[in-house]
């Protein structure tokens, strides 16, 4: 008990938590077949040494060289554990109990509903999605978490957390070895906090320095490998779109977790706002229950509380929508998963102070808002039609085809293509016909399979669909993402 007569956790619930976020976390990653970045994640990681390791990540040129941290932990944890789909995500699992045990802890200092946070935490949709992805997000997250509780306790009078700016810093540095895009919030969350423990007048000394230097001198050192990475010219893969309202929308949607209960992102990317249509009931709930959570953490929020967050958020976000609108980048949710954290920190404590208030209501809509969130979250890892581009399935097609000496046509990502081990080269390989024009089909000999994914992305010109339509080839099966084209005659 506390002094005002409060239940706190014990060591006992705290544990107890903790074993369900790991058992949660073994059933939220999944087997699925790896998706187009994945596939691009793992080719590098299945490198044999260091030394092609980084010739690989160079000569491709993408985004995955300005994502060193992650890149790294992947490639040794594919040295222990394969290459498998499962093994790959697997390697998420240890950043999603640091997450996890961090805001245990951290709430299980707090006294009255503010427990509630762990849970937010532990049932999100966004956080459920990119654990099962073999990508940087959720260690991105894990960092982001650490960097959101040091700003918060650096603000909160009746500290739970005394060394508060180790965790934001550490969570710092974590966050910014992720990728290019989470180093600028890296860098403000660092200012933020440096500021912070500098106007505490108990830290007024010179040894007050040799806390922050390291953190500095550790962001300096990512700073300038980043600044490496642009000047070889690395860049995200141009050609999926740039930035719009719907993109911002978008953003907002995935982050406060709508996904599992709306349309999946194929049909979203199919047919736009059109296909929110037929899951208006359950998005209308969500969305009501999520607009009194955000409208009651406004009120809540102290003028000084919403400046430091600002400070800490709005200069990273408005820089990547910058590029977004200027460089032909398309912004997406995950591109500001460091937002994350803050929202649910936000909402925790608005929870908690709501309880002291009106413990009913408060209860009412956290409980609410918790299963809105399992059942989106639930959505996302079972229902079919959130699974992943199923490469796996039109490789076993494509192989297939290849072995009966059938001649078939890829559409489709090459790593993924390279990954389950389609041939491209030499006597009864697939034909790469990724953006080929229309006078090169009608040269080449009519194909027995062609395998389309994403014609937006990888026929562009619409010349392979416009060739569709005079040769005898029907649609004859879909896999999520793909459309399977054979020989009618």
Same mark, same amino acid.
């Given at each position: 008990?506390?002094?005002?007569?409060?239940?706190?956790?014990?060591?006992?619930?705290?544990?107890?938590?903790?074993?369900?976020?790991?058992?949660?976390?073994?059933?939220?990653?999944?087997?699925? =077949?790896?998706?187009?970045?994945?596939?691009?994640?793992?080719?590098?990681?299945?490198?044999?040494?260091? $030394?092609?390791?980084?010739?690989?990540?160079?000569?491709?040129?993408?985004?995955?060289?300005?994502?060193?941290?992650?890149?790294?932990?992947?490639?040794?944890?594919?040295?222990?554990?394969?290459?498998?789909?499962?093994?790959?995500?697997?390697?998420?699992? *240890?950043?999603? &109990?640091?997450?996890?045990?961090?805001?245990?802890?951290?709430?299980?200092?707090?006294? +009255?509903?503010?427990?509630?946070?762990? /849970?937010?935490?532990? &049932?999100?949709?966004?956080?459920?999605?990119?654990?099962?992805?073999?990508? *940087?997000?959720?260690?991105?997250?894990?960092?982001?978490?650490?960097?959101?509780?040091?700003?918060?306790?650096?603000?909160?009078?009746?500290?739970?957390?005394?060394?508060?700016?180790?965790?934001?810093?550490?969570?710092?540095?974590?966050?910014?070895?992720?990728?290019? &895009?989470?180093?600028?919030? =890296?860098?403000?969350?660092?200012?933020?906090?440096?500021?912070?423990?500098?106007?505490?007048?108990?830290?007024?000394?010179?040894? %007050?320095?040799?806390?922050?230097?390291? $953190?500095?001198?550790?962001? =300096?050192? %990512?700073?300038?490998?980043?600044?490496?990475?642009?000047?070889?010219?690395?860049?995200? %893969?141009?050609?999926?779109? +740039?930035?719009?309202?719907?993109?911002?929308?978008?953003?907002?949607?995935?982050?406060?977790?709508?996904?599992?209960?709306? *349309?999946?992102?194929?049909?979203?990317?199919?047919?736009?706002?059109?296909?929110?249509?037929?899951?208006?009931?359950?998005?209308?709930?969500?969305?009501?229950?999520?607009?009194?959570?955000?409208?009651?953490?406004?009120?809540? &929020?102290?003028?000084?509380?919403?400046?430091?967050?600002?400070?800490?958020?709005?200069? *990273?976000?408005?820089?990547?929508?910058?590029?977004?609108?200027?460089?032909?980048?398309?912004?997406?949710?995950?591109?500001?998963?460091?937002?994350?954290?803050?929202?649910?920190?936000?909402?925790?404590?608005?929870?908690?102070?709501?309880?002291?208030?009106?413990?009913?209501?408060?209860?009412?809509?956290? %409980?609410?808002?918790?299963?809105?969130?399992?059942?989106?979250?639930?959505?996302?890892?079972?229902?079919?039609?959130?699974?992943?581009?199923?490469?796996?399935?039109?490789?076993?097609? $494509?192989?297939?085809?290849?072995?009966?000496?059938?001649?078939?046509?890829?559409? $489709?990502?090459?790593?993924?293509?390279?990954?389950?081990?389609?041939?491209?080269?030499?006597? +009864?390989?697939?034909?790469?016909?990724?953006?080929?024009?229309?006078?090169?089909?009608?040269?080449?000999?009519?194909?027995?399979?062609?395998?389309?994914?994403?014609?937006?992305?990888?026929?562009?010109?619409?010349?392979?669909?416009?060739?569709?339509?005079?040769?005898?080839?029907?649609?004859?099966?879909? /896999?999520?993402?793909?459309?399977?084209?054979?020989?009618?005659?």
């Amino acid at each position: 008990m506390t002094g005002s007569g409060q239940m706190t956790w014990g060591p006992v619930k705290e544990r107890i938590l903790f074993c369900v976020s790991l058992a949660a976390g073994f059933f939220i990653i999944s087997q699925q =077949s790896l998706w187009i970045d994945e596939a691009h994640s793992a080719l590098k990681a299945m490198q044999p040494d260091l $030394a092609s390791f980084f010739r690989t990540l160079v000569s491709d040129g993408g985004s995955d060289l300005q994502m060193p941290g992650y890149m790294l932990w992947l490639w040794g944890w594919e040295k222990i554990f394969g290459h498998s789909e499962y093994a790959l995500r697997l390697a998420n699992l *240890p950043w999603w &109990l640091l997450a996890q045990g961090v805001t245990i802890r951290f709430f299980g200092k707090k006294s +009255g509903f503010f427990w509630v946070g762990s /849970l937010l935490f532990l &049932l999100h949709p966004f956080v459920w999605y990119y654990l099962d992805e073999a990508r *940087p997000y959720a260690m991105q997250m894990a960092g982001a978490t650490l960097l959101a509780i040091g700003i918060f306790e650096a603000q909160n009078p009746e500290r739970s957390i005394k060394n508060w700016f180790l965790w934001g810093s550490c969570g710092a540095v974590l966050m910014g070895i992720t990728s290019l &895009l989470a180093f600028l919030f =890296s860098g403000t969350g660092l200012i933020v906090l440096t500021f912070l423990l500098l106007s505490e007048r108990s830290t007024r000394q010179p040894k %007050t320095w040799l806390r922050i230097v390291p $953190a500095l001198a550790v962001f =300096s050192a %990512t700073g300038i490998y980043y600044l490496w990475t642009l000047c070889i010219g690395a860049r995200a %893969t141009n050609g999926t779109g +740039g930035t719009g309202w719907s993109n911002l929308l978008y953003v907002s949607y995935e982050l406060l977790g709508f996904s599992g209960v709306g *349309p999946s992102r194929i049909e979203l990317r199919q047919n736009g706002a059109g296909a929110l249509r037929p899951y208006l009931p359950e998005l209308a709930l969500y969305g009501l229950a999520s607009c009194v959570m955000l409208v009651a953490t406004v009120r809540e &929020l102290g003028s000084k509380m919403v400046v430091v967050w600002a400070t800490y958020l709005l200069p *990273p976000v408005l820089l990547i929508l910058m590029i977004g609108v200027f460089k032909d980048f398309r912004v997406l949710g995950r591109h500001f998963t460091p937002v994350l954290p803050v929202i649910l920190l936000a909402w925790a404590s608005c929870l908690a102070v709501w309880h002291r208030k009106n413990p009913r209501s408060a209860i009412g809509l956290g %409980t609410l808002l918790l299963l809105l969130m399992l059942t989106s979250s639930l959505c996302l890892r079972l229902s079919p039609r959130h699974g992943k581009d199923n490469y796996r399935g039109a490789a076993k097609l $494509a192989k297939s085809a290849l072995a009966q000496n059938k001649i078939v046509w890829w559409a $489709a990502d090459l790593a993924a293509a390279k990954y389950y081990q389609i041939p491209f080269t030499g006597a +009864g390989s697939a034909v790469d016909v990724r953006q080929s024009r229309f006078e090169d089909f009608a040269k080449s000999p009519l194909p027995n399979l062609i395998l389309l994914s994403k014609p937006d992305v990888y026929d562009s010109h619409g010349d392979l669909l416009r060739y569709l339509h005079d040769v005898p080839l029907k649609q004859t099966a879909t /896999l999520q993402s793909f459309t399977i084209w054979e020989d009618a005659r």
